[in-house]
């Protein structure tokens, strides 16, 4: 199995990314094709002692690098030689299985629509973050379709659905429309029509609609909503948590006796702000697409980035996008069948 | 001055909602209008000792309670003499200056819109929720409306803007715009117009879009945003603070030392748990009416109800409906004046 990384994105790149990737390499069976400045990812390895110069290791040029500042489509217009734009296409040509890229998340979705493409017969592509609730809920879209038709969240359902149950383990995972009220009348008139949609779709868990409030109670395994909405959940989480601990930092900084209780419990409260602090916690899946693209979160370091690389191995080994379109497009695939 | 009471809803009516009309009846110069069961309230108030045999205290009888329940039109329909229309009535009436309700916030926006009415050429009432940000932070609207349109978003700052700095004392409140990023062209056909008319608007300390992740930190004082995305982000709050403390009672939990540890910090962490508990604090005005009124949480205490009777009454003596008519819609003012 071939998974190609773009080690040059990310709050970290490419010395983390670098990390994850000298760890991956020594999963069984797999060949590690990674993008990028080659005199840089030269000069990091050697400067931090990391070994890349193994046979299961391959480093395809690219002379630019995305930032977090650059607009979505310069992808594939001014920085089409970027190490995220040179990874997609050589996914696109077959040269990899799937795609790690901790990068700008706007032109990582933008570029894998327009370079790797959609499943035939997929309306949309979605970013499925997951987010560190009481039980992991993936939440789709977060961010890549600002407005979507009521059939299209039929479709985030069942994409969703499969993630969860095939890569994440969750049985029948419990889907639920977010909306502002439990009655199928409730929300926008996108929203009670997709409702109406979602009940008679077979094969998914569908169990109404899921209030804000019990969103992080573990209320649901699978979130499906607009892109505009889930950024607002996604960014509001992880906003929310940061606040929180900072007034629990307050509270114990009050005097020498809470500050001595803080330091009984240091340790969980330490792990508490990470999980909210990434918000979210394994790579996003980008689903819909072709081949699985992973975005691994901006400041992933090398644990994660490993991390990353094994989920996209897990995306391939459960043939997870044949999955998705023998789910959604059945038709099309009887037909290719045939031909 | 003249508020009236609906003392039959809320999570604990009447008793809690009697005990706070009990201490409002202690300030100056106050009369309070009660509406409910005479009955429920006469037993209520003799079982629990509390007086509202006064000369500032009236009851005016109503033989229904509209429940959380019931759909929001059954205070103009079925349920047309409960505690909550009689006391809008009253309101549209003259007979009070403001109203509070602990009750279905759905009946008594859409109560307060039949029977109160909008003030004229105010094209959309909305609940204000002040929500327990590191600074108060009026969200509009957090769940009446929708849909809206642009230049709605434009009345609602306006509207919110002038609560913040006459009722709140703040200061020039930066108004934000709910939005997936900072950029002027993010979000929806909607918010991008929004976006494009406040900044021309005067009189509003307009700072652009705000997202999610900046909201909880206090990176604005006045969050704009139609009531589908307001209601998730309110109730989204209320569930991130219940979910983060119930993650923090487990660290406690683990052993003999974090047990102790707890205890040295309950005050600080029960208070913070109660802020996010409410999710909100103070009563959310209903802005954009002809009268002020005043939803108070649906699980108000004896002290939330006086203090919401104190919040309407400062909307009354701001002469805060009057403001609102001369901001939004001067030439009305004026001809009015001219009549």
Do not use: H, Q, W, Y
């Given at each position: 199995?071939?998974?190609?990384?773009?080690?040059?994105?990310?709050?970290?790149?490419?010395?983390?990314?670098?990390?994850?990737?000298?760890?991956?390499?020594?999963?069984?069976?797999?060949?590690?094709?990674?993008?990028?400045?080659?005199?840089?990812?030269?000069e990091t390895a050697e400067a931090h002692g990391i070994s890349i110069n193994k046979d299961n290791i391959s480093v395809v040029g690219a002379e630019s690098v995305i930032t977090m500042e650059d607009a979505p489509l310069s992808v594939v217009r001014e920085k089409s030689n970027s190490s995220m734009a040179v990874g997609l296409k050589l996914l696109a040509e077959g040269a990899g299985d799937a795609m790690v890229s901790a990068g700008n998340t706007g032109a990582l979705h933008a570029g894998s629509t327009l370079i790797v493409r959609r499943i035939k017969g997929v309306k949309k592509s979605a970013i499925a973050t997951i987010l560190p609730y009481k039980n992991p809920t993936l939440l789709m879209d977060s961010g890549a379709n600002i407005e979507i038709a009521p059939d299209v969240y039929v479709q985030f359902a069942q994409m969703a659905s499969l993630y969860m149950e095939r890569i994440?383990?969750?049985?029948?995972?419990?889907?639920?429309?977010?909306?502002?009220?439990?009655?199928?009348?409730?929300?926008?008139?996108?929203?009670v029509e997709a409702y109406n949609l979602l009940k008679e779709t077979p094969d998914i868990n569908f169990i109404g609609n899921i209030e804000g409030k019990e969103l992080p109670g573990g209320g649901c395994d699978v979130c499906v909503t607009d892109g505009f909405t889930g950024n607002i959940v996604l960014k509001l989480t992880e906003g929310c948590g940061s606040f929180i601990m900072s007034k629990i930092k307050e509270i114990y900084k009050k005097n020498a006796v809470t500050k001595m209780s803080a330091l009984m419990v240091k340790n969980g409260i330490k792990k508490l702000k990470n999980d909210f602090d990434a918000s979210e916690y394994g790579g996003a899946p980008l689903l819909g697409l072709s081949k699985p693209v992973i975005k691994a979160h901006g400041s992933s370091d090398g644990l994660a980035i490993y991390n990353a690389v094994r989920q996209a191995m897990r995306c391939v080994d459960s043939n997870m996008v044949y999955e998705i379109a023998m789910k959604l497009v059945p038709n099309i695939m009887e037909q290719q069948n045939r031909d």
């Open positions: 199995m071939k998974i190609i990384v773009d080690v040059m994105s990310g709050d970290n790149a490419p010395l983390e990314i670098l990390r994850g990737v000298e760890m991956a390499s020594e999963l069984e069976g797999l060949e590690l094709i990674i993008t990028g400045s080659e005199e840089t990812i030269r994440m383990g969750v049985e029948s995972p419990r889907v639920g429309l977010l909306n502002i009220g439990a009655e199928p009348t409730k929300g926008t008139k996108n929203v």
